[in-house]
């Protein structure tokens, strides 16, 4: 089996119709990633170079055993980062990013997808999308409701099902990937496929170096009207070991990071850059892209809305313990009194604060009148399902109980005083 080896170029432009880029590229003889920025201007591009940062981790020199492992991982913990900042900072809520990347193992490609960002491979003339869109319309097409071309114009093009947003419930797509000797990968932002058709797109990546590819597909987005950042990343396959070609821009081997994440603007290159300057950041009438880039800002009435949620719990807790408290003055149990049988209204139970029990009538029985084992099972408590029960059970312990046998007194002994033989004055003194 040849070896084999890839030549890369990555290369984005803000558009004709954005302010700012919010897509971010990178590509090195490891790694090809893509991820488009969701949630505006304010947060869009924090999403895409956040998660980009992370998943450029993987470009080690060191080849793991499993990449489709380690690729997954890096996508967990770029969403956690998500996560991470919307929780910090709750003016990016709603942010969020697509990603494909394809990570080179030394023989194939892991593959990771979310969103609507798309990966293509041409092969032998032939264009293949090896992703799988994340958006309605695509389930629309799924289920034969709409088709392809329907599906371009579709008002809800635009609208994906999933993305990295920093949760739990959107996870990636996660596949091999087997190239061979002279296909050249396509990773492409929506603001490519958008504006033109597959067929546009495989004319493009014919021509003769992927660097003309590249730039040539950009061109030809901006010229259909360029509404949205556009991002291409383009890896070719070659036989391990040949030489670099010089016309190439990755012929230095340095990876090539465009977009947000590179943090600096990309001049604008071909001639399809139509309108003045101004027009590259005045907005249209109307973009259905804004619906899904669209910027969400932060909630003035948060505290409103998590006050109003403590209200809810606090009426819900109070009704239930209305409710519990008006359950238990149904109840009755026979228990002692002041060394008597006494009936007990409510339950058994010491809440600090709150009494659940009172007496409701205390009888003549007397505890010490009791059997033992009975007299015990009073002082512990006997449960009563009414107060008829209650009244019951006070019965038949008035039926056990005996009267106390009365202790013996002891009759005092008289004794007969002694006269003493002294005495003082008029007053006699007795001894006994």
Known sequence: MTALTFRYVAHTDTGLRRSANQDSGYASPRLLVIADGMGGAAAGDL?????????RELDTDTVDADAVAALEQAVTKANTRLGQLIADDPAVEGMGT????????GEKFAFAHIGDSRVYRLRGGELTQISKDHTFVQSLIDEG???PAEARVHPHRSLILRAMLGRDDNGADLSWVQPMLGDRYLLCSDGLTDMVTD???????LAETIDMAAT???????????????TVVIGEFV???????ERLSSSDGQPQLVGAAAGQARPRTGEGTSGSDSATTTPSAYDPEELRYAPRPPSRMRWLRWAAVAVVLALILAA???WAYKWSQTQYFVAAEDGKVAIFKGVQADIPGITLQHVEQVTDVELTSLPTFRRQQVEAGIEASSKADAEKTVAELDDLAVEPTPTPSKTPTKKTPTKSTKSTASNTVWQR
Do not use: F
């Open 145 to 147: 409701r709409l088709t």
């Open 239 to 245: 036989e391990a070991g040949t030489e670099p070609d």
């Open 216 to 230: 040539e597909l950009v061109r030809l987005a901006l010229e259909a009207g360029g509404y949205d950042n556009v």
């Open 47 to 55: 999403a895409s170079s956040e998660v980009m940062h992370i998943i």
């Open 320 to 322: 239930g313990g209305t």
């Open 98 to 105: 697509t990603l494909d990347a394809l990570l080179w193992d």
């Open 199 to 205: 067929e546009v797109i495989r004319g493009a990546l």
